[in-house]
């Protein structure tokens, strides 16, 4: 059974930098396309960015492009955010994410990581 550890999290100032981490456990992880989603307070979980399996390729969402970016290592089993110019709207619990099966969608979940940007 896969699962998911985030790590990371943290408080910082506006304009500050935050490296998430994300350890997968389990020998199938260079399989899995990975993402990284996050849900701010009273609001829906949204997504973030995602490291496509298939050809490498990388999105983003429209609000982080240009300041955040996914990388993954495989010989770790880790996928990475490394999270740039923060601003406070990017607060919230940050979750990481797996596609384990052919329905192509985020199956499997981490815990979360709590970052909280202030002013």
């Known amino acids: 059974q896969v699962q998911l550890v985030e790590s990371g999290g943290g408080s910082v100032q506006a304009g500050g930098s935050l490296r998430l981490s994300c350890a997968a456990s389990?020998?199938?992880?260079?399989?899995?396309?990975m993402g990284w989603f996050r849900q701010a307070p009273g609001k829906e979980r949204e997504f973030v960015a995602r490291?496509?399996?298939?050809?490498?390729?990388?999105y983003y969402a429209d609000s982080v492009k240009g300041r955040f970016t996914i990388s993954r290592d495989n010989a770790k089993n880790t996928v990475y955010l490394q999270m740039n110019s923060l601003k406070p709207e990017d607060t919230g619990v940050y979750f990481c994410?797996?596609?384990?099966?052919?329905?192509?969608?985020?199956?499997?979940w981490g815990q979360g990581t709590q970052v909280t940007v202030s002013s």
């Open positions: 389990g020998r199938t992880f260079d399989t899995y396309t």
């Open positions: 994410a797996a596609v384990t099966s052919a329905t192509a969608n985020f199956d499997l």
């Open positions: 490291f496509r399996r298939r050809d490498g390729t990388t």
